[in-house]
């Protein structure tokens, strides 16, 4: 996706079905990743998986990656966002910690998780790639489409991401709209003509 379209607008377009999960944050408030998954599954506390996952994953991939439940060290730290970024690599979003911050808000390469913490991770015990895993309450796929910024993360299966990006595109143009009714001075509950949801009685003793 060449255009930054927020996960809001796509949520919009989507309704309230969409796969969304707003307890993972950037790093950065102005992180912003969009592309196709690469899943890992690390052993809690444990980042061999993830070494493994970022020296395999191709060019445009984005690193999705379950922690095992646990945020009690980093699975993530600067040296992985310059390999990553070097490699040409989109984002990591991380179900877990991640550290480093003002490095991380330095290098600019799109770092997402749970928290924050000092403790590095071990490098021991092996996990999975590229099978499906759970981040919150939403799944993800191999090669499902994700999009991540400031509001969260929101997951769509690949073969409809050219609709939700069709609709996501509807909702921009309607909010463009909206926002030029609102430089000439319109109300909101006008421009969307909600009078007509008002309770008729309401209506009567304004």
């Not at 309704?15 to 592309?35: N, S």
């Not at 966002?81 to 179900?95: E, Q």
């Amino acid at each position: 996706m060449t255009e930054k379209i927020s996960i809001c607008q796509v949520a919009d377009a989507l309704g309230p079905t969409c796969r969304l999960e707003t307890g993972i944050a950037p790093v950065h408030p102005h992180f912003y990743t969009c592309g196709p998954v690469v899943t890992v599954s690390c052993v809690p506390n444990d980042n061999l998986t993830l070494h493994h996952a970022l020296h395999l994953a191709e060019p445009g991939h984005v690193l999705v990656v379950s922690g095992g439940g646990s945020c009690d060290a980093a699975l993530w730290g600067e040296l992985m966002s310059l390999a990553a970024s070097k490699r040409g690599l989109r984002g990591t979003i991380i179900d877990g910690a991640a550290r480093d911050f003002w490095e991380l808000k330095e290098c600019a390469y799109p770092v997402f998780a749970r928290k924050l913490t000092a403790r590095r991770a071990s490098k021991d015990k092996y996990g999975t790639i590229n099978r499906d895993i759970r981040i919150g309450q939403t799944s993800v796929r191999p090669g499902d489409i994700v999009i991540a910024d400031a509001n969260g993360m929101l997951v769509i299966a690949a073969d409809q991401f050219e609709d939700a990006l069709r609709l996501a595109r509807e909702v921009v143009a309607k909010e463009a709209h909206i926002k030029h009714e609102i430089a000439r001075g319109r109300t909101i509950f006008d421009i969307l003509e909600l009078e007509k949801h008002v309770p008729q009685e309401t209506q009567q003793t304004r």
